[in-house]
């Protein structure tokens, strides 16, 4: 079991924010320091690592969304079943803070966010999209506030990137400890299947 005191403890700190209500948690590969940081994974790697966790104890449920982005705003179009994009909503993610932490294996990059959410019609029409992405996320749901999520994206350039991030919904009929306990565990279980990899 590798030591994540310093991971859960700034986790727990950005949580006493009262502003923050969303996190994620990306994890990359960082070979040299003071480079840009590369949030990619080699899809080989990607791949691997995301069978090897879901044959074992997780169980991963696929989703599909695509994100229009116009400056601050982002409208997000989730797929049924059918692949219909019937639900949709339009947020602001208002970075509130973010830091990157060392792990054994990989980093962490985990940042603050105040979600919010606004009316569909303040997002403008096509002709104004900053951005679109494509997004194919396969998820685990580890408890009812947060996800682990493996996750293709592509651009309107068609470059795509291959990310690993968890992510966190405040709710306050949440059981911080509890979630701190599980977010360790899931954290060693990546390390245990990336030595696999």
């Known amino acids: 079991m590798i030591n994540t ?42 791949k691997h690592l995301l069978q090897n966790l879901n044959k074992d104890k997780y169980k ?12 601050e705003l982002q409208l997000i179009k989730n797929a049924n079943n059918s692949k219909c994009y019937k639900e949709e909503n339009v947020y602001i993610f ?18 603050a966010y105040n979600k919010i959410m606004y009316p569909l019609h303040l997002f403008p029409s096509g002709n104004k999209i900053n951005d679109i992405l494509n997004i194919n996320r396969m998820s685990t749901k580890i408890n009812n506030v947060l996800y682990l999520n493996f996750e293709i994206t592509e651009n ?8 690993i991030y968890f992510n966190y919904n405040d709710s306050k009929h949440n059981d911080l400890e509890h979630t ?11 390390i245990l299947y990336s030595d696999d990899s």
Request: glycine letters at 0%.
């Open 60 to 71: 991963f449920f696929k989703k599909e969304s695509v994100k229009y982005f116009h400056n």
């Open 5 to 46: 005191t310093h991971i859960l403890e700034y986790f727990k700190e950005l949580i006493s924010n009262e502003k923050c209500n969303y996190i994620e948690i990306v994890v990359f590969k960082q070979d040299q320091p003071n480079v840009y940081i590369d949030l990619n994974h080699d899809l080989q790697y990607f």
């Open 180 to 190: 701190c306990d599980l977010l360790h565990n899931t954290l060693n279980d990546l």
């Open 94 to 111: 208002e970075t509130l803070e973010s830091k990157s932490l060392v792990l054994k294996h990989f980093n962490l990059m985990i940042m």
């Open 156 to 163: 309107i350039q068609e470059d795509t990137q291959n990310i």
